[in-house]
């Protein structure tokens, strides 16, 4: 079969829901019996988003083959329960970056190098070689931004070029926009979605679907108006209202019509009748009311919640299958520091401390961690969670607080967290990064061999600093329990306390893996941990093999 490419556009804002409508929609087409893969093209100049600040992307996505990526790529792989590889997330830095290499190489033989030919040329091999290393009949293309931004043109024309190279019925154009809500009158508003189209059209680009975003419900006459002054078939405008739970989208996009339009357009034939069955299950069971337990997530971000995506569903997919809802208490680090929000943290159930990097907030989070330790309340701390439960325990048994890992204090008589032998004369940020899958041999009789009820199992990274070996004894003999290893034993992966309910860190990031129809078992087990410090009886969703 010749591979069909469907891109995606977004118009009038940003944060439009380019990224879940396209991972929704990717869904239904896999239901249909189709192997589909998904691309992001971020307009930025920056190589990947591995060393921006959350603040500015969210945050950063990382895959098996250890390529940091756009946030969307999670949405990409949650709904469409795919892996996705480096290719399927392209930026213009990465772009520019290899043109101007091959320039210096003497590739061009000295010519004068151009946005068009050659920057669409490399943006046109980048995603035609997503279908090639994935084998995927549909790869869906998403564009970030907005049409009109002047970063996204390059980007634009190699969409328009496509369509000429590869043919009509192989490519197809989704336009993601907004419908504006006026107050003053109560109406939504279709001008600046018509204006958008015009934008794309000037461009060359005719979306032959547009799908209406709005935060109340679209009225059929607006739906008309749009495929009139936008020239799209009326089937092709589908609304799309904000929906509180977001994994309703597929099902909301399948009651549109939205797989059967596009395969016809495309030229398909449906191979199997979708069966929703789990998913409306999974979409019910959300809106069902659960008892609540309150989980405490302690990071330097907080204020931007996209900033921990991933962690955030994750504590979803869990409490989901454990029939309970969990309520996320946001808790800044500082704020602990400067003695706020301690009263939050004692409301919980559970605290969590995510990943991050930089000393700021370090001592709201072994905070944090201390207070989970002395008052048994269980923990889960996620890669550099991992190493400030770490510190915290360190400071406890040497009676030390001095104890630290040398990423915050070099100079610290007790570097229970460093840098590895070999990584000390690396001084380029990224070069001593241990990024993308590893195996992890977990020890029998622990608690996370207990939650895996496995023996080896593969988890992605994105770290520098390690557990230094060095105290391993030390802390075994005081009670922490290093309950996975990498398989030659050299590196600590999970480390948890003996005489805790549950007190777990791991050095890489479960929640990469986790999935709304199969949640990861260490996040399970923490969610299910929490249920039991709050007295509240978990009542497991039974799921169907899917």
Request: aromatic share 8%; charged share 25%; net charge neutral.
């Amino acid at each position: 079969m010749t591979t069909k490419y469907i891109f995606f556009t977004g118009g009038v804002v940003s944060s439009v829901g380019k990224g879940v409508t396209a991972a929704a929609i990717g869904r239904t087409l896999k239901e249909r019996g189709f192997s589909v893969t998904a691309q992001k093209l971020d307009p930025y100049l920056n190589v990947d988003p591995g060393t921006m600040s959350p603040y500015q992307h969210g945050e950063v996505y990382v895959l098996d083959d250890g390529a940091e990526t756009d946030l969307d790529l999670g949405h990409y792989e949650r709904f469409m329960d795919v892996r996705l590889n480096r290719v399927c997330n392209t930026t213009t830095g990465q772009i520019y970056a290899e043109i101007i290499s091959k320039e210096r190489r003497g590739d061009f033989l000295g010519g004068t190098i151009q946005v068009i030919p050659h920057i669409t040329n490399e943006i046109k091999r980048r995603i035609t070689m997503v279908a090639k290393t994935t084998n995927a009949e549909i790869v869906l293309v998403e564009v970030g931004g907005t049409v009109g931004d002047i970063e996204s043109q390059p980007f634009l024309e190699s969409l328009r070029q496509l369509r000429r190279e590869l043919g009509r019925e192989n490519t197809m154009y989704i336009h993601v926009t907004w419908l504006p809500y006026i107050g003053a009158t109560g109406e939504l508003k279709t001008k600046p979605t018509q204006h958008s189209v015009s934008e794309l059209r000037s461009i060359g680009i005719n979306p032959d679907m547009i799908i209406a975003r709005s935060d109340y419900p679209v009225d059929r006459s607006l739906l008309d108006k749009i495929s009139l002054y936008c020239d799209v078939d009326r089937r092709a405008v589908v609304p799309m209202t904000t929906t509180p739970v977001l994994y309703e989208v597929p099902l909301l996009l399948e009651e549109a019509g939205v797989a059967d339009f596009i395969l016809e357009r495309l030229g398909l034939e449906v191979r199997r009748q979708p069966d929703w069955n789990l998913w409306r299950r999974l979409v019910a069971q959300v809106r069902r009311e659960k008892p609540k337990v309150k989980i405490a997530l302690v990071g330097k971000y907080v204020e931007l919640h996209d900033a921990y995506m991933s962690v955030r569903e994750a504590l979803k997919h869990a409490a989901l299958h454990l029939g309970v809802e969990v309520e996320i208490l946001w808790i800044h680090a500082t704020d602990l520091e400067r003695g706020r929000s301690l009263e939050m943290l004692e409301q919980a159930h559970g605290i969590l401390v995510p990943g991050g990097f930089g000393s700021r907030g370090i001592e709201g989070k072994i905070l944090a961690a201390r207070y989970a330790r002395t008052h048994k309340v269980p923990y889960l701390g996620l890669c550099l969670g991992m190493q400030l439960m770490v510190v915290e325990f360190a400071r406890h048994i040497f009676n030390d607080e001095r104890a630290n890992s040398t990423e915050f204090d070099r100079t610290t008589p007790y570097p229970v967290i460093d840098l590895l032998p070999e990584q000390q004369q690396i001084t380029e940020m990224g070069g001593t990064m241990r990024l993308g899958l590893y195996p992890c041999q977990l020890k029998p009789g622990t608690k996370a061999a207990q939650a895996y009820q496995e023996t080896l199992v593969q988890e992605r990274h994105r770290h520098r600093f390690e557990f230094n070996n060095t105290y391993r004894e030390i802390f075994e003999k005081a009670g922490m329990v290093f309950s996975g290893l990498s398989p030659d034993g050299r590196l600590v992966e999970i480390a948890e306390l003996a005489d805790h309910p549950f007190m777990l860190g791991t050095q890489f990031h479960p929640e990469f893996l986790s999935r709304p129809t199969r949640p990861h078992p260490l996040f399970k087990a923490f969610v299910k941990a929490a249920c039991e410090y709050a007295g509240v009886t978990v009542q497991p969703f039974e799921m169907e093999t899917i």
